[in-house]
């Protein structure tokens, strides 16, 4: 399950896709994505991580620093990384002891088969180490989209509210033209 809204993120202690100690404490004064995903290399993650990769510089400029987190090695994460060219680190939790921490490590079933396994689960952090915002149900080509608001990536993408507006300045006008015959 979860962590809820406004708690404070627990701090970890792991290591990253070079064996490089990495503790949440250490980003504090930063924003963090924090993703929890099931597996390098298959179709689903990589469809994550590369949308992720494809708007980095973006998730940069509003103050993200992102992190993924499996339980895979950290062989497999930097193959992984060379194979798609990620340019955020990915942490290697495999004694799962992050995803207890996080309640991402659940049961699942497929099939009817039931199995323990790596909730996709992603976790806004903000400077001071609160959880701001928790995406449970990730849209793995869109999550950017997700993380950062749904027209923040296209911001000429006519939203309801341009519409109504738009409609709303159109009615004036012909108001206007109607009052001054």
Request: glycine share 6%.
């Given at each position: ?11 970890f ?24 995903y099931?597996k ?7 469809a ?5 990769r ?21 062989k497999r ?6 194979k ?9 939790d495999?004694?799962r002891t ?23 689960i992603t976790?806004?952090i903000n400077e ?17 989209t997700?993380?950062l608001?749904?027209h ?6 006519k ?12 009615a004036?006008?012909?108001l ?6």
């Amino acid at each position: 399950m979860a962590l809820p809204i406004g708690t404070t993120a627990p701090d970890f202690s792991t290591t990253d896709q070079n064996g490089n100690p990495v503790q949440l404490s250490d980003f504090r004064g930063k924003k963090i994505v924090l993703y929890f995903y099931p597996k390098d290399m298959t179709p689903g993650c990589t469809a994550e991580a590369c949308n992720l990769r494809d708007h980095y510089k973006i998730l940069q400029k509003k103050g993200y620093e992102v992190l993924g987190i499996s339980t895979d090695s950290e062989k497999r994460h930097r193959t992984f990384i060379e194979k798609e060219n990620l340019p955020f680190r990915l942490l290697a939790d495999t004694d799962r002891t992050v995803h207890a921490q996080y309640g991402t490590w659940v049961e699942k079933s497929m099939y009817g088969r039931k199995y323990m396994g790596t909730a996709r689960i992603t976790y806004l952090i903000n400077e001071e180490g609160k959880i701001t915002d928790v995406i449970e149900k990730v849209d793995t080509k869109n999550h950017t989209t997700q993380i950062l608001g749904e027209h923040s990536l296209n911001p000429k993408k006519k939203t309801p509210q341009k519409i109504a507006k738009k409609s709303i300045k159109k009615a004036i006008k012909k108001l206007a033209k109607k009052s001054k015959k």
